[in-house]
């Protein structure tokens, strides 16, 4: 019974990827949207991880392979809205210098952007450490 079992969530995970592997190979999305999707597909694939190791379905180099990826789409995805808050203020200086009233919207946008800096750098720290103790293994 416990072999059936293996093989069935062996089989939903395969199953899972390859369609997911479809999915965003057809996007026609922006790039941002197409790493949330990937960030959040990663995120789904490591939730059990931990559990399937437990029992013995995955291996520790995969569940760590697979918390590892998650990790990896966090900082992609940061620094793709690190970009885009980027591509943001430099509309926004160029309306500014054009005449148009747009300071406060700049305002917020620059403060925005040093979240944004903030956050992509602890990301891009946190998979540093990640691939680095991946790599020790």
Known sequence: MPRVLVLQVALLAVANMALAADQSSNSDEPGEFDM???F??????AAPAARLYKIGVLSKGE?????LKVIQ?????????LAFCE??????QSLVASGE???DELAQARADLAQ???AAEIASAKR???ELEAAEL
Do not use: G, H, Y
């Open 36 to 38: 949330e999707k990937q």
């Open 40 to 45: 959040q597909l990663a995120k789904q694939i």
């Open 63 to 67: 569940m760590e392979q697979r918390l």
């Open 73 to 81: 789409c966090e900082c992609n995805l940061a620094i793709a809205r």
């Open 87 to 92: 591509e943001q203020i430099a509309a926004l």
């Open 101 to 103: 009233n747009a300071k």
């Open 116 to 118: 944004l800096t903030e």
């Open 128 to 130: 540093e450490r990640a």
